[in-house]
């Protein structure tokens, strides 16, 4: 069986000037119920992997340095 | 990947709301018991109310309210099917949690004597109690699992229950979320407090996760219970909102109500007398939606600035703060135009309709150590506050169960026949993507059980559901977090089953929009006035019977019995 890659966007979009997922901070990927944010090995810096979003907001309200922004999912808004 | 092994007296499966709850209780009452919370997400901001709640929906308050009246205010909002004991046993419990819940720093709406300033939604009492502070749920929780030195693990999806050789509970089976782990945790009971089965019908907008209730719910617990032998209840009684279209979160009528907002048609007039969400009111709005006076709309512009200040306030930062960006990339002010409604996707919730696991009045199921609290047990409109309430019960009924049961031991032929399911995807080359299996089946449960139920049309679901399971030793998983996909898709086709088999079932309608059936019409309490039990019979299939309704504690007249079939605003005929 072969796969198709599709391009989507995503709801969750993160400042890289302001994530300080390089010094060790998870918490944005910590608090999301469905864990679907995880942490760029290479930039350092957090995203959202997987677009499975309940626009719900945790990532965005704990985030200690306002780093994240919550945006409503495109089929929705 | 490891298999690892835990040993707990009382494993809490789920740390929404229920869940924490009994967990401290369960300690309070013994503090020398093991008690762990599992939780799938993190329990510093998990389930219905990760963001906190902007108010009660049922508060029995001294005063405001009698247990008597909220009895008797539910068994007729659920259209007389209910086990009274169990409605009266959060009744009467129901201002004690407040106040306890209120020691511990959770917020309530007060008047200037200090008293609680409940206010009116229902159709007959005065239940709703506003917290405008609602937000900080979740911390006040997560403060009272560590001071009672409650374990937690997070990112950990219970799969299966394991049972002793009688049937009853020896404990639970679970997979990590990040990296696959098997766990087998041997507990003397296990509280389930899962949440509702959220991801079961696909929301308009065709976004898998923009579902009413939060989609990490997706109904892993009636999936558990179920295949533990638990009888589960009502699941019949489908779990159908008004929100707001697209967003597809609560609008909110409870919140807007007591400030004067409504539920109007397209003309901007109110078509039904309460906002209250029941089966009835879906109907009429079901009605008002697809008739000539729709669509249906949460209407607020007539009100004056401070009090849309006032709401604005309450409903942009509290349960579904992303509402008030939502309706800003519309341009929609609540001054000027009104928010367009729609209807959600069925799900099975208790605290919102009456589809559950069955519980008695001390959280018990029927499996002997099983206890169950919150949106998945069947206490009819729980809300919040019921699921609170059951979970001190659960708590509390698990603790005493721990004082004369000992751990019973692990049957491995269990253990390996599920670590053989659960690990399966992996293993899977070139198999079906998680999301393309999950899209499809709830397409199809959009298809064929999304109310008006029709018989045919539900046992060509049935058909399609048992292709769909025929293709889930096919799923296959890339990493750790798809393989929590490919399991919960295994208890969405459950839920759909069960779902599909209690509708075609009870032979009647009942509960307005919720289980109208055209085939049958009608409402039949000669043959009907009893509740649909689903239940995994003994040779492995899925079975439905009957289970008659206790005598009532609390007695209905003939008035009351019909309020709620009288929701549409009567119009004056017009003059010739």
Request: glycine content about 8%.
């Amino acid at each position: 069986m072969t796969y198709a890659m599709n391009r989507l966007t995503v709801p969750v979009t993160v400042d890289e000037e302001k994530c300080i997922a390089a010094k060790g901070c998870t918490v944005c990927v910590d608090v999301c119920p469905l864990d679907v944010l995880a942490i760029d090995p290479i930039k350092g810096t957090a995203y959202m992997k997987f677009d499975e979003c309940w626009y719900c907001m945790p990532c965005e309200k704990d985030c200690p340095t306002g780093a994240v922004q919550v945006d409503i999912p495109y089929l929705l808004r | 990947m490891d298999t690892i092994e835990i040993e707990v007296d009382v494993l809490v499966i789920g740390g929404g709301t229920a869940g924490p709850m009994a967990a401290a209780k369960a300690k309070e009452k013994n503090p020398a018991l093991r008690v762990m919370v599992m939780e799938k997400a993190n329990v510093k901001r998990s389930g219905a109310i990760s963001m906190g709640m902007d108010g009660l929906n049922n508060a029995v308050i001294p005063g405001h309210a009698t247990p008597e009246q909220y009895v008797k205010e539910i068994t007729v909002a659920n259209d007389g099917i209910v086990n009274q004991k169990t409605v009266m046993e959060y009744a009467t419990s129901s201002f004690a949690m407040i106040q306890e819940l209120d020691s511990w720093g959770v917020k309530f709406e007060k008047d200037e004597t200090g008293d609680y300033a409940v206010k009116k939604v229902h159709h007959i009492g005065t239940y709703v109690l506003p917290m405008p502070e609602g937000h900080n749920m979740k911390k006040v929780l997560y403060r009272q699992l560590k001071k009672r030195r409650v374990d937690i693990t997070n990112r950990l999806m219970a799969t299966r229950l394991l049972l002793d050789e009688h049937g009853a509970i020896a404990g639970a089976m679970a997979v990590d979320s990040r990296t696959a782990d098997f766990h087998v945790i041997r507990a003397k009971t296990v509280i389930l407090a899962t949440g509702a089965a959220g991801r079961l019908g696909m929301p308009s907008s065709g976004y898998l996760f923009g579902t009413y209730e939060n989609p990490t719910n997706a109904g892993d617990g009636y999936s558990l219970a179920y295949h533990a032998g638990a009888e589960l209840s009502g699941i019949e009684c489908f779990q159908i909102n008004p929100l707001i279209k697209d967003y597809n979160g609560p609008s909110c009528a409870y919140v807007t109500g007591p400030f004067g907002g409504y539920t109007a048609n397209a003309n901007g007039d109110r078509f039904i007398e309460c906002d209250y969400w029941s089966g009835q009111m879906m109907m009429e709005f079901y009605k008002e939606l697809e008739g000539g006076n729709g669509p249906v709309f949460l209407k607020m512009n007539h009100l004056a600035e401070e009090t849309i200040s006032t709401i604005e306030e309450i409903l942009h930062s509290n349960e579904r703060p992303s509402r008030g960006r939502f309706h800003e990339g519309r341009g929609l002010d609540y001054r000027s135009g009104m928010v367009e409604m729609h209807i959600s996707e069925i799900g099975l919730c208790s605290g919102h309709s009456g589809s559950g696991v069955w519980v008695n009045e001390r959280a018990e199921t029927t499996v002997p150590g099983l206890y169950a609290a919150g949106d998945l047990a069947c206490v009819p409109h729980n809300y919040m506050l019921g699921a609170f309430v059951y979970g001190k019960l659960a708590g509390e009924s698990a603790a005493e169960y721990c004082a004369t049961h000992a751990l019973a031991a692990i049957d491995g032929k269990q253990v390996e026949q599920e670590r053989e399911r659960v690990w399966g995807p992996l293993g899977v080359v070139d198999g079906l993507p998680p999301s393309q299996v999950e899209y499809k089946l709830r397409r199809m449960v959009n298809d064929y059980l999304q109310p008006p139920k029709v018989t045919r049309k539900m046992e060509i679901g049935l058909q399609r559901f048992a292709e769909i399971r025929a293709d889930l030793g096919r799923l296959s998983a890339a990493d750790p977090h798809e393989l929590m996909r490919a399991m919960e898709i295994h208890a969405i086709l459950d839920c759909a089953e069960m779902a599909a088999r209690a509708s075609l079932y009870r032979k009647e309608s009942r509960w307005g929009l919720y289980h109208y059936r055209v085939d049958y019409p009608e409402k039949n309490d000669k043959d009907w006035f009893v509740h649909v039990q689903v239940k995994k019979a003994a040779d492995g299939a899925m079975s439905c019977f009957t289970r008659s309704i206790e005598p009532y504690l609390v007695a209905l007249d003939e008035e009351e019995k019909t309020a709620y079939q009288k929701l549409r605003i009567a119009k004056e005929p017009a003059a010739a």
